[in-house]
C-alpha cells in the first residue's frame, strides 16, 4: 500500500473533522514539494487555499463531516511557492458505527490543463477581436469605393481585388498564429506578384508587424502598386519602384521609417482630388500605425513615405 501511495502523483491526505493534516502520500508530498511531512502536520487544510479555493476548502469539510462527497477545482502553492492549481475530490472515511471519523482528500494537478484552457479563451478573444476589426475594414473599403463615383462595374472590380488582398494578408497572419507578419514576407507578397521583379527593390530591417498593422499596411502596398501600375512608374517600360524602412533608435522614442519612391515612369502631376487609396493610405495607415504618413507628386514620380513609433508596430 505504502509503494502505491508512493508511485501516485496524486497529493492524498487524510484530514481531522476539524480540517487538520494528519497523513500525506509520499507521492503527494513529493508533488507539493513538500521535504518534511512533521513540517506541516496538524496544520489546517483550507489554509493552503488561495482565493475561491479557501471558502471551496472548507465547505468541503463541512460536507465530509455531514456524510457527504464533494469536489472543487482551486488554485495552491506548492511548500516551494510554486502556483499549481488542483482538481480535488474529499470525501468522509467512516468508522464502525457508519458515522464519518475523518476525511479523505485527493488532489490532483491540473495546472496545464489549467494553461490550456487559458490559452483557447484567450485565443477565443483574439479571433473575436480579429472578426469585428475584419468586418470594420472591410464596411468601410466597401463604403468608400462605392461613393467613389465610378462605374458599378468598375467598383465591383476594385472591391474584389480589394478585398482579395485582404484575404491574402489574413492568410499570411494565419501561418503565423494570426499575431504577427514580417514585413518582408508582407512586401513580397502583396507588392512583387502584381509587377516585374527586376522592376522593384525593396530592404529593410527583420521588422515584424501586429495583424492590425499587417493588413493596414498591406492594402496601403496594394493601392500604391495597382497606381503605380495603372499611372506610374509600372505603366511604362523603364520605370522603377524602390521600397525600403529603417529603424532610427536613436530617435526618442525609436522611430520606423518607410519609403515608397516611384522612379523613371511618367511625368507626374498631383491629383486634382484624393481617392480612396490615398484616403486610406494617408489617414488610415497612419491612424493604425500612430504615427504620420504622406503623399507626394514631384514630377519625377510618386513618393510615400511614414514615420512610426516603433512600438507601435507590434502594438495590439
Not at 49 to 55: D, K, T
Not at 270 to 287: K, T, V
Request: charge should be neutral; include cysteine.
Amino acid at each position: 500500500m505504502r509503494s502505491l501511495l508512493a508511485a501516485s502523483d496524486d497529493c492524498i491526505k487524510v484530514l481531522t473533522l476539524d480540517g487538520a493534516l494528519s497523513f500525506m502520500s509520499e507521492g503527494g508530498q513529493r508533488v507539493m514539494e513538500i521535504s518534511d511531512f512533521n513540517a506541516v502536520k496538524g496544520c489546517l487544510w483550507p489554509d493552503f487555499w488561495q482565493g475561491g479555493g479557501n471558502a471551496d476548502a472548507k465547505a468541503a469539510i463541512e460536507a465530509a463531516r455531514a456524510g457527504r462527497s464533494s469536489r472543487f477545482q482551486g488554485a495552491a502553492n506548492t511548500a516551494l511557492g510554486n502556483p499549481r492549481w488542483w482538481d480535488v475530490q474529499v470525501s468522509p472515511i467512516l468508522g464502525p458505527d457508519g458515522r464519518p471519523e475523518s476525511i479523505l482528500s485527493v488532489s490532483r494537478d491540473v495546472t496545464e490543463l489549467k494553461r490550456a484552457e487559458e490559452r483557447q479563451r484567450l485565443l477565443a478573444l483574439e479571433l473575436k477581436h480579429r472578426i469585428k476589426n475584419t468586418i470594420a475594414m472591410i464596411q468601410a473599403i466597401a463604403n468608400q469605393t462605392l461613393r467613389s463615383g465610378v462605374e458599378l462595374a468598375d467598383a465591383k472590380a476594385a472591391l474584389m481585388d480589394r478585398l482579395k488582398n485582404m484575404g491574402d494578408a489574413q492568410d499570411l497572419l494565419t501561418q503565423s498564429v494570426w499575431s504577427r507578419a514580417r514585413m518582408h514576407e508582407l512586401v513580397a507578397r502583396v507588392v512583387m506578384p502584381q509587377g516585374e521583379a527586376d522592376r522593384i527593390r525593396f530592404d529593410g530591417p527583420d521588422v515584424e508587424l501586429s495583424s492590425k498593422c499587417a493588413l493596414a499596411m498591406s492594402l496601403a502596398l496594394h493601392e500604391l502598386t495597382t497606381n503605380a501600375m495603372k499611372y506610374g512608374a509600372l505603366s511604362g517600360e523603364v520605370g522603377r519602384i524602390d521600397v525600403a524602412w529603417t529603424i532610427d533608435r536613436g530617435a526618442n522614442p525609436p522611430q520606423f521609417r518607410f519609403a515608397w519612391r516611384e522612379i523613371g515612369g511618367p511625368v507626374v502631376s498631383p491629383p486634382s482630388q484624393a481617392g480612396f487609396g490615398s484616403r486610406m493610405i494617408e489617414r488610415a495607415l497612419a491612424g493604425y500605425f500612430a504615427g504620420t504618413a504622406a503623399m507626394e507628386y514631384p514630377p519625377t514620380g510618386v513618393i510615400f513615405t511614414l514615420v512610426a513609433p516603433l512600438e507601435a508596430l507590434t502594438a495590439d
